[in-house]
């Protein structure tokens, strides 16, 4: 069994210690299942559908280079990690 002897720290110190570890460890655990998420693939349907927007107005935003589109034979695909890069931040 392992031990540790904690000496000459008081208990706020100790409590600050334990928390600053495990909020490092789930914050990596937090990014690698973000990462796995967004490189998911999404089919053209499904693009349009996760940004509430027309069918007609992805193939602009694609053709105007606004959107990267992958293929394989004749299906259509985006990245929904690049979908999201492609938001911006709006003023109020």
């Known amino acids: 069994m ?8 008081d208990i706020n110190q100790f409590k600050d210690i334990i ?16 990462k796995k998420d967004d490189e998911t693939l999404l089919t053209r349907e499904e693009t349009f559908r996760f940004l509430k927007i027309d069918s007609t107005t992805l193939w602009y935003w694609t053709k105007e280079g606004k959107l990267k589109c992958y293929g394989i034979g004749n299906k259509r695909y985006y990245k929904k990690s690049e979908v999201l890069e492609c938001l911006t931040l709006l003023k109020n």
Do not use: C, H, P, R
């Open 2 to 9: 392992n031990t540790v002897n904690v000496q000459n720290i």
């Open 19 to 34: 928390v600053s570890i495990i909020k490092e460890q789930l914050d990596g655990i937090y990014e690698a299942l973000k």
